[in-house]
């Protein structure tokens, strides 16, 4: 018999589940419906899905947003760069030869 995580350690919770309202016009709805229909999915599967995905996407872009904030702070603290010509040129190093050194900070 295989007993699942939840059953061998009863202090593991389950996620949890809740349902969420969202308030559509019946044009979005129709659309949501065929689109599942065509696909072979129910509307909830496919609300879920962008749902998901967009929240995924957005926090991609707010760590990235986040990493050149940080990355702006450091540079005006130490001054530290390198010119956009000198990235530009170790892109070109690097697409003949993948260990090119990669150019040395200045101010």
């Known amino acids: 018999m295989i007993l699942s995580d939840t059953m061998k350690n009863p202090s593991i919770e389950k996620p949890r589940t809740g349902s969420v309202t969202i308030k559509l016009d019946d044009a979005d709805r129709d659309r949501i419906a065929t689109l599942a229909t065509a696909k072979k999915r129910t509307p909830h599967y496919l609300m879920k899905e962008a749902i998901l995905e967009y929240v995924k996407?957005?926090?991609?872009?707010?760590?990235?947003?986040?990493?050149?904030?940080?990355?702006?702070?450091?540079?005006?603290?130490?001054?530290?760069?390198?010119?956009?010509?000198?990235?530009?040129?170790?892109?070109?190093?690097?697409?003949?030869?993948?260990?090119?050194?990669?150019?040395?900070?200045?101010?």
């Open 57 to 107: 996407k957005e926090e991609v872009r707010q760590n990235f947003i986040s990493a050149a904030e940080s990355s702006f702070e450091h540079y005006k603290e130490i001054g530290l760069h390198i010119t956009l010509s000198e990235f530009g040129h170790w892109v070109d190093q690097v697409q003949e030869t993948a260990e090119a050194p990669v150019p040395a900070c200045h101010t």
